[in-house]
């Protein structure tokens, strides 16, 4: 971080040496940043990295012991200092609609916030309007916030930290637990909104593959910044290279090669393998020495994205206690039957709620064995047709079988043979790990006999033995998400239901998570239904399902899914230029499908690569832009899923 | 039911009464608040509270200036009333009632022992301040007996008769005996009372705090889709909150209201107990009714202030039934703490037993299968 060094005067934010302590805990630990005015700055890291303090403390809303701190050249030293450049920015913190009035309309929250903020009335209608506009929300400005979805919620909490036209915003954590749709919507709307007023922007997220929209960005791990600059020059700091194989028998591969590595992982047929010290070139070839009797279907080696270099950056610096863990996961003490059997199944299932059809007449199934992914927008229906499935809520129409068990008359059998994991944390802050896994086995009657036994298993298997005496309240989120993934396998269930489980968990948790869960689906034959935001994890799946508005629109394994797009869309464009934002707005203005901006880059989706290409370096030479870059890369599990809805959305507003 | 799975299912009551019952201890300011209501807040009640006249502060407007005006005002004494003086005319006894500065005057004429030694009638003027209508009417009783016995003493004195040959007069006295509280500790009563309400606000108040937690938590979900019944839910709070009720009961009555009020307990203190315990289920029938419509504990704690006016009310602790307009007499026969308020004061007070108190035991029972049931009913309905 050479340029963090010398103090800038030009500089938004200068903060050299800063140390947040609560009680004896270190949270932040001597952290130098600089950022530039007009930057869209971001802080990645796992939960309790310090991202939140240290934000508090720009903010102006947290004290801190150590360091100095310059934001829009005042130095914050007391609350008279910090109190001085409040009215300059805009703050908005973690959680959905949080810092929002649920009872008041959305005008009545914009109008709210102007108040507080002392906009002159003139300003504010425009204002208001142009945001509204831009957002799309205004048409529901007399919709009450708690009514809002997700995404919505965020847009308007974006509106009202910006209708005072602060000079930075500060926004903390804007799209977790957001729908890739209005993700990618609130990034552009952001984008848009900094360029035209010059705002500077300081952004924490917990996706990684978010980290492209951001000019510059630091890792954060351990109250320490990791590793910082823009996000090509991040994933480079980490030596190695990823190794992508599919391989039979996959589980022999697996084996073999864990012994080697730390960082691997399997996606559906395919393991991923982030091997240290190894350049591209020489990556197929190390792997493919160490396997032995497993046959080799493909294989390709390739750089890492954020993701994985900053898995491997955490492990290559010895800041983590992460010992290699015991390879062999315990097995379930009555293994399930080794049959393909269907384990779900949905017919025609439908619920209303007064006039509102939540859930449309959706059809799907599926078997032991299988990771069904269930995708969708936020308020698609995925909530409700879990609820239906695991017999809470009552369907309006049609039936379903759960773990061989009408779903409509033998609620109480299905409750008996099912696992279930929902969207928030719902075990018992107040009780011990302990406790809980005590208080579910016995809730799901586990006998004497076995009690000690499978406590000890299910303690085992999500890694929670140097935790078993704290209250859950105290433990980070992704250990709270595992031990409630513990107490949901406590009666080792033939089905597994998972609503958003690794909503708000960071990289690392949602890696552990999820080697559990393929482990579950693999060896133990469980049945496994999840929903997800996180597109990469739906790669995970063995089979999707795509709702929108309470019906099913596409049904397929993940490969499957993407290679229909590119048959429909083609392939995806990545263009690099000097004047990103210019030559977005060109782009869009000549419609080519599916325009993005991702931090410098512009994505866009082309059939006929090789025309398109020439067109848009045409386009841009006549426009005096400068084309640094064009690539051609296969669309993601993301793009299908924005193209998709999009597709609708659009269809339904014509 | 075969005899596993009712094992099975007393094994999940039980752990989940274990569970509610870990998580109200570590809630150390609902521990706090509880025990305040049992101690303190019945302590102050049972001392601080008085229903009869003491030291009612009085003033006179002496006109006379007699040996006679001064025998009847020294006359309004301790304990009943406190002579605080004379005043000099009407418009000053008007402003100190006005401001509350005392509790009445005592207007006495000019000529009122000339008029007496005539044996002429003279009347005394008595303004009271009956803003507080208790108060009111007992100085107005008071001070009528006083000026009456004042009235007849000076006959008595005019006609040379002294208190001996007094007695020989033919004289109605009337004589009566006080039954249950006979020296009339008003403690005693007020007390029981207090710790009745108390008793009725936690049995609606933690339950359904308990289960309204879970709500907003989001545990509620975890659990209804695992194989626990509404009932084997919700029961399990109901129990742990009763025993934390009784508790305190138990506390409040043998460290509070017996050795620091020395109530003389009559009745059975286990049959006292087990009425107490039935109506801690019927009032958390209607808590678990007021969990199902709230979303927050806020909601629990406004719904709860906003029922327990009515039910205090139609306990008939306050009016007795035959006094209440026969709409409210006929919502009291529904009002569980009518019968437990009765059933309280007969077993401490007056000793009575189950062959007295049967048929309210009988009510009371019945109101809490039908409240508990409504209160159940209404949960699992809302998913």
Same mark, same amino acid.
């Given at each position: 971080?050479?340029?963090?060094?010398?103090?800038?005067?030009?500089?938004?934010?200068?903060?050299?040496?800063?140390? /947040?302590?609560?009680? /004896? /805990?270190?949270?932040?630990? !001597?952290?130098?940043?600089?950022?530039?005015?007009?930057?869209?700055?971001?802080?990645?890291?796992?939960?309790?990295?310090?991202?939140?303090?240290?934000?508090? !403390?720009?903010?102006?809303?947290?004290?801190?012991?150590?360091?100095?701190?310059?934001?829009?050249?005042?130095?914050?030293?007391?609350?008279?200092?910090?109190?001085?450049?409040?009215?300059?920015?805009?703050?908005?913190?973690?959680?959905?609609?949080?810092?929002?009035?649920?009872?008041?309309?959305?005008?009545?929250?914009?109008?709210?916030?102007?108040?507080?903020?002392?906009?002159?009335?003139?300003?504010?209608?425009?204002?208001?309007?142009?945001?509204?506009?831009?957002?799309?929300?205004?048409?529901?400005?007399?919709?009450?916030?708690?009514?809002?979805?997700?995404?919505?919620?965020?847009?308007?909490?974006?509106?009202?930290?910006?209708?005072?036209?602060?000079?930075?915003?500060?926004?903390?954590?804007?799209?977790?637990?957001?729908?890739?749709?209005?993700?990618?919507?609130?990034?552009?709307?952001?984008?848009?909104?900094?360029?035209?007023?010059?705002?500077?922007?300081?952004?924490?997220?917990?996706?990684?593959?978010? !980290?492209?929209?951001?000019?510059?960005?630091?890792?954060?791990?351990?109250?320490?910044?990791?590793?910082?600059?823009?996000?090509?020059?991040?994933?480079?700091?980490? /030596?190695?290279?990823?190794?992508?194989?599919?391989?039979?028998?996959?589980?022999?591969?697996l084996k073999q090669l864990k012994i080697h590595y730390l960082q691997i992982e399997t996606i559906g047929s395919r393991i991923r393998v982030f091997a240290d010290n190894t350049s591209v070139n020489a990556g197929v070839k190390t792997v493919t020495d160490l396997l032995a009797g497993v046959k080799i279907k493909t294989i390709r080696a390739f750089d890492a994205a954020l993701e994985d270099s900053f898995i491997a950056l955490l492990r290559q610096r010895p800041l983590t206690d992460q010992t290699q863990k015991d390879n062999s996961i315990p097995r379930f003490d009555k293994p399930l039957p080794d049959d393909k059997s269907i384990a779900i199944e949905a017919k025609q299932l439908t619920r209303d709620f007064g006039k509102f059809r939540s859930v449309d007449h959706i059809n799907f199934s599926v078997k032991q064995g299988e990771i069904f992914g269930l995708l969708g927008a936020n308020g698609a229906g995925k909530t409700t047709a879990i609820k239906m499935l695991t017999g809470i809520l009552p369907p309006s129409e049609g039936e379903g079988q759960v773990a061989g068990a009408d779903m409509r008359k033998a609620g109480q059998l299905i409750k008996e043979r099912i696992g279930y994991?929902?969207?928030?944390?719902?075990?018992?802050?107040?009780?011990?790990?302990?406790?809980?896994?005590?208080?579910?086995?016995?809730?799901?009657?586990?006998?004497?006999?076995?009690?000690?036994?499978?406590?000890?298993?299910?303690?085992?298997?999500?890694?929670?033995?140097?935790v078993i005496g704290q209250l859950a309240g105290s433990l980070p989120m992704g250990i709270r998400q595992r031990l409630a993934l513990g107490c949901a396998l406590i009666h080792q269930p033939g089905v597994l239901f998972l609503d958003e489980p690794t909503s708000g968990v960071d990289p690392i948790g949602r890696r552990q998570f999820w080697d559990i869960l393929v482990h579950l689906a693999r060896v133990e034959q469980v049945a496994i239904l999840v929903t997800t935001h996180y597109m990469?994890?739906?790669?995970?799946?063995?089979?999707?399902?795509?709702?929108?508005?309470?019906?099913?629109?596409?049904?397929?394994?993940?490969?499957?899914?993407?290679?229909?797009?590119?048959?429909?869309?083609?392939?995806?464009?990545?263009?690099?230029?000097?004047?990103?934002?210019?030559?977005?707005?060109?782009?869009?203005?000549?419609?080519?499908?599916?325009v993005a901006l991702f931090g410098k880059h512009i994505h866009l989706l082309a059939l006929d690569v090789k025309r398109v290409k020439k067109q848009i370096s045409e386009l841009l030479t006549k426009h005096s832009i400068k084309l640094l870059e064009i690539t051609a890369q296969t669309p993601t599990l993301e793009d299908v899923f924005v193209y998709r809805v999009l597709a609708l959305e659009n269809k339904e507003l014509t | 039911m075969n005899y596993h799975a009712f094992l099975l299912w007393w094994s999940r009551t039980f752990t989940m009464t274990i569970k509610e019952l870990k998580q109200l201890i570590r809630?150390?300011?609902?521990?706090?608040?509880?025990?305040?209501?049992?101690?303190?807040?019945?302590?102050?009640?049972?001392?601080?509270?008085?229903?009869?006249?003491?030291?009612?502060?009085?003033?006179?407007?002496?006109?006379?200036?007699?040996?006679?005006?001064?025998?009847?005002?020294?006359?309004?004494?301790?304990?009943?009333?406190d002579f605080k003086g004379d005043i000099s005319g009407k418009n000053e006894a008007e402003e100190r009632l006005n401001k509350g500065q005392i509790l009445a005057v005592l207007d006495i004429p000019e000529n009122f022992q000339r008029h007496l030694l005539q044996g002429q009638a003279e009347t005394v003027q008595f303004q009271v301040d009956t803003s507080n209508t208790v108060l009111g009417t007992l100085a107005t009783t008071y001070a009528m007996q006083i000026t009456a016995d004042f009235g007849r003493?000076?006959?008595?004195?005019?006609?040379?008769?002294?208190?001996?040959?007094?007695?020989?007069?033919?004289?109605?006295?009337?004589?009566?005996?006080?039954?249950?509280?006979?020296?009339?500790?008003?403690?005693?009563?007020?007390?029981?009372?207090?710790?009745?309400?108390?008793?009725?606000?936690?049995?609606?108040?933690?339950?359904?705090?308990?289960?309204?937690?879970?709500?907003?938590?989001?545990?509620?979900?975890?659990?209804?889709?695992?194989?626990?019944?509404?009932?084997?839910?919700?029961?399990?709070?109901?129990?742990?909150?009763?025993?934390?009720?009784?508790?305190?009961?138990?506390?409040?009555?043998?460290?509070?209201i017996i050795p620091l009020f020395h109530l003389p307990v009559k009745g059975s203190i286990s049959l006292f107990f087990a009425v107490t315990a039935l109506y801690v289920f019927t009032a958390s029938g209607i808590g678990l009714f007021i969990a199902t419509i709230s979303q927050s504990l806020g909601q629990v704690t406004m719904l709860v202030i906003l029922l327990m006016m009515p039910i205090l009310l139609l306990s008939g602790a306050w009016a007795p039934p035959e006094t209440m307009p026969h709409a409210m007499y006929l919502a009291m026969t529904v009002s569980p703490l009518y019968y437990y308020n009765e059933m309280t004061y007969a077993i401490l007070l007056k000793g009575a037993g189950i062959d007295i108190l049967w048929d309210s035991i009988l009510e009371l029972s019945g109101l809490g299968v039908v409240f508990f049931n409504f209160g159940i009913w209404h949960f699992r309905r809302q998913f």
């Open positions: 971080m050479g340029e963090a060094s010398l103090v800038d005067k030009q500089a938004v934010i200068n903060i050299t040496g800063f140390c /947040k302590r609560y009680k /004896k /805990k270190l949270a932040v630990n !001597a952290v130098d940043l600089t950022i530039q005015r007009g930057e869209i700055y971001g802080l990645i890291g796992p939960d309790g990295a310090g991202k939140s303090s240290l934000m508090k !403390a720009i903010a102006g809303v947290l004290s801190f012991e150590q360091g100095t701190l310059d934001v829009l050249g005042v130095t914050i030293d007391s609350e008279a200092s910090a109190e001085k450049i409040k009215g300059r920015l805009g703050f908005m913190p973690q959680g959905l609609g949080l810092n929002l009035y649920g009872d008041l309309s959305v005008e009545e929250n914009i109008d709210f916030f102007a108040q507080l903020r002392e906009v002159q009335p003139e300003q504010l209608d425009q204002r208001k309007d142009k945001l509204l506009g831009m957002t799309r929300l205004d048409k529901f400005r007399e919709r009450p916030m708690k009514n809002l979805s997700g995404g919505m919620k965020q847009k308007l909490g974006l509106i009202c930290t910006l209708i005072h036209q602060p000079e930075l915003v500060i926004l903390d954590e804007p799209t977790t637990g957001v729908d890739p749709v209005s993700r990618r919507d609130f990034w552009a709307i952001l984008a848009e909104l900094l360029q035209e007023h010059n705002i500077t922007a300081l952004v924490s997220t917990a996706y990684m593959d978010e !980290a492209a929209r951001f000019n510059r960005l630091s890792l954060m791990y351990n109250g320490q910044i990791l590793a910082a600059g823009t996000p090509d020059a991040i994933s480079q700091q980490a /030596k190695g290279c990823l190794i992508e194989l599919t391989a039979e028998p996959q589980l022999e591969a994991m929902s969207q928030a944390f719902s075990l018992y802050l107040d009780l011990t790990v302990m406790e809980n896994i005590r208080l579910f086995a016995s809730i799901y009657g586990v006998d004497r006999k076995t009690l000690k036994q499978r406590i000890d298993w299910v303690i085992n298997i999500a890694g929670l033995a140097e990469t994890e739906a790669e995970h799946c063995d089979h999707l399902v795509l709702m929108y508005a309470g019906r099913v629109i596409a049904d397929d394994t993940p490969t499957t899914m993407i290679e229909s797009l590119q048959n429909e869309a083609g392939q995806l464009l990545e263009i690099t230029t000097d004047k990103p934002l210019q030559a977005l707005t060109l782009l869009e203005k000549e419609n080519f499908k599916g | 809630d150390p300011v609902l521990l706090l608040i509880i025990a305040y209501f049992f101690t303190i807040d019945v302590y102050m009640a049972g001392s601080g509270i008085n229903l009869s006249l003491r030291n009612a502060s009085i003033m006179a407007i002496d006109h006379d200036h007699s040996p006679a005006s001064r025998e009847l005002i020294y006359r309004f004494r301790p304990p009943y009333f003493d000076f006959v008595g004195k005019q006609t040379g008769l002294n208190s001996d040959t007094m007695e020989a007069l033919p004289v109605i006295q009337n004589r009566y005996r006080v039954l249950y509280n006979p020296n009339r500790i008003d403690s005693w009563f007020m007390s029981i009372m207090e710790l009745l309400t108390v008793i009725t606000m936690l049995s609606m108040m933690l339950p359904a705090a308990a289960a309204v937690r879970e709500k907003e938590r989001g545990t509620i979900e975890q659990l209804a889709v695992s194989p626990l019944s509404s009932l084997q839910i919700l029961l399990p709070k109901v129990i742990s909150m009763g025993l934390v009720i009784l508790f305190g009961v138990a506390v409040c009555l043998f460290l509070i």
